[in-house]
């Protein structure tokens, strides 16, 4: 008996042929009216961003664009950071918004893949679609860079385990469904072999979250309250004990698709700011051609640490040559805002002046925040070029 000729999906065309998505994709941006929504926007307060751009989610979601890239157990169709990436940049390119919940999903989604696949599949389907997303929960007063100095602690009772403690600066904390929390489940004494990552719903009894607000007025960031917390075993992103293990996993992603994805953003908003621009000042052709080749250079080397994760490969202390590029860009992009649109920038009372304002004010962090700059020119000193320590006279 004959059998007949395999039948040729298009989701499997898209997976295997990454050109064939980025036309496919191309095409469905460009002739979508309902994206319009998404072009070209500022949001008067967080709550109103994040709620506006769920919406963009579940829109990218329906038409099944966003779900390439993420496995089909998780809910999406296959394929790998590639298309991820892709997308990103066809969205951009074509001014559309790429949706702020993507940043922390590129950061924390392909932990929970990895280290806990049953909550991916629970969960992960949901946060596609935009009907929740997570947030990352590290930071502490005492502990920020230092994370093997956490104190919040997770004790283990029987089938749960009971959370008390702080966290702080936790992004997107007050509107998020879920936190990925790096706990302390040993001793003090233990370092970062004491860590255990765990994920906690935010109505769980005991979890208070607070807004901070920047000096935007924004309530991007958060500080969390943990008051003896009970949450199920079932809820371990990892084993025991293995926090530190899924923290550098996560990293290798914070610092490779994050930057990918705020590079594709920094391309729109140049266009953006360059068609403002009745008439440039003077030097200021130099300084639109300093920020397009900051942001060429970022998206160059990210593009090589995305190749190397879509192939598997671990990303170490290298990708911490992406995380200073992509602030060098970010720093430089919003100065050049501030620069070449000053009254507007200082005075202006519409949307765009505010939407500048709030990114310039934001991306004074961007040295600092997931590690500073300093430090990240440690590790590459250290780890990367192998010079030798400094010592004194």
Same mark, same amino acid.
């Given at each position: 008996?004959?059998?007949?000729?395999?039948?040729?999906?298009?989701?499997?065309?898209?997976?295997?042929?990454?050109?064939?998505?980025?036309?496919?994709?191309?095409?469905?941006?460009?002739?979508?009216?309902?994206?319009?929504?998404?072009?070209?926007?500022?949001?008067?307060?967080?709550?109103?961003?994040?709620?506006?751009?769920?919406?963009?989610?579940?829109?990218?979601?329906?038409?099944?664009?966003?779900?390439?890239?993420?496995?089909?157990?998780?809910?999406?169709?296959?394929?790998?950071?590639?298309?991820?990436?892709?997308?990103?940049?066809?969205?951009?390119?074509?001014?559309?918004?790429?949706?702020?919940?993507?940043?922390?999903?590129?950061?924390?989604?392909?932990?929970?893949?990895?280290?806990?696949?049953?909550?991916? &599949?629970?969960?992960?389907?949901?946060?596609?679609?935009?009907?929740?997303?997570?947030?990352?929960?590290?930071?502490?007063?005492?502990?920020?860079?230092?994370?093997?100095?956490?104190?919040?602690?997770?004790?283990?009772?029987?089938?749960?385990?009971?959370?008390?403690?702080?966290?702080?600066?936790?992004?997107?904390?007050?509107?998020?469904?879920?936190l990925i929390c790096l706990l302390r489940t040993?001793?003090?004494?233990?370092?970062?072999?004491?860590?255990?990552?765990?994920?906690?719903?935010?109505?769980?009894?005991?979890?208070?979250?607070?807004?901070?607000?920047?000096?935007?007025?924004?309530?991007?960031?958060?500080?969390?309250?943990?008051?003896?917390?009970?949450?199920?075993?079932?809820?371990?992103?990892?084993?025991?004990?293995?926090?530190?293990?899924?923290?550098?996993?996560?990293?290798?992603?914070?610092?490779?698709?994050?930057?990918?994805?705020?590079?594709?953003?920094?391309?729109?908003?140049?266009?953006?700011?360059?068609?403002?621009?009745?008439?440039?000042?003077?030097?200021?052709?130099?300084?639109?051609?300093?920020?397009?080749?900051?942001?060429v250079t970022l998206k160059a080397r990210s593009?090589?640490?995305?190749?190397?994760? &879509?192939?598997?490969?671990?990303?170490?202390?290298?990708?911490?040559?992406?995380?200073?590029?992509?602030?060098?860009?970010?720093?430089?992009?919003?100065?050049?805002?501030?620069?070449?649109?000053?009254?507007?920038?200082?005075?202006?009372?519409?949307?765009?002046?505010a939407h500048w304002r709030d990114d310039w004010?934001?991306?004074?962090?961007?040295?600092?925040?997931?590690?500073?700059?300093?430090?990240?020119?440690?590790?590459?000193?250290?780890?990367?070029?192998?010079?030798?320590?400094?010592?004194?006279?």
């Open positions: 008996m004959m059998t007949g000729t395999p039948v040729v999906t298009e989701q499997q065309i898209f997976t295997d042929d990454l050109w064939a998505y980025r036309q496919a994709v191309r095409s469905y941006i460009s002739s979508e009216p309902a994206l319009q929504r998404w072009c070209g926007t500022h949001y008067p307060s967080t709550e109103a961003h994040m709620a506006e751009h769920a919406a963009l989610m579940a829109q990218l979601f329906a038409s099944g664009w966003s779900r390439y890239g993420w496995p089909q157990a998780a809910g999406g169709f296959g394929g790998d950071e590639r298309h991820r990436a892709v997308l990103y940049d066809e969205l951009s390119a074509a001014g559309v918004d790429v949706p702020e919940q993507q940043m922390l999903l590129e950061t924390l989604g392909p932990a929970v893949l990895h280290y806990a696949p049953a909550l991916a &599949a629970e969960f992960l389907p949901a946060y596609l679609a935009g009907e929740e997303w997570w947030s990352q929960s590290f930071s502490e007063p005492d502990a920020g860079s230092d994370l093997a100095g956490l104190r919040c602690r997770a004790r283990r009772d029987r089938d749960t385990y009971v959370v008390s403690g702080q966290k702080i600066w936790t992004s997107h904390g007050a509107t998020a469904r879920r040993g001793t003090l004494e233990s370092r970062h072999r004491g860590l255990t990552m765990i994920m906690i719903d935010t109505d769980t009894p005991g979890v208070q979250i607070g807004p901070i607000a920047l000096a935007s007025g924004q309530n991007e960031l958060s500080e969390v309250f943990f008051d003896d917390v009970v949450v199920p075993a079932s809820r371990l992103v990892g084993a025991e004990g293995q926090g530190w293990q899924v923290a550098m996993f996560l990293l290798q992603f914070e610092r490779a698709m994050y930057a990918w994805l705020s590079a594709t953003v920094a391309s729109r908003k140049l266009r953006e700011l360059r068609e403002l621009l009745a008439e440039l000042p003077d030097g200021g052709v130099r300084r639109l051609g300093e920020c397009y080749t900051d942001i593009a090589q640490t995305v190749r190397r994760l &879509a192939a598997g490969e671990a990303v170490g202390p290298e990708a911490s040559v992406d995380k200073i590029l992509l602030a060098t860009a970010e720093i430089g992009l919003h100065d050049l805002a501030r620069d070449l649109l000053p009254t507007e920038f200082l005075f202006g009372d519409g949307p765009v002046a004010w934001y991306s004074r962090a961007s040295t600092i925040m997931g590690g500073s700059a300093e430090v990240q020119r440690g590790i590459i000193a250290d780890r990367v070029l192998c010079l030798p320590k400094e010592t004194s006279a």
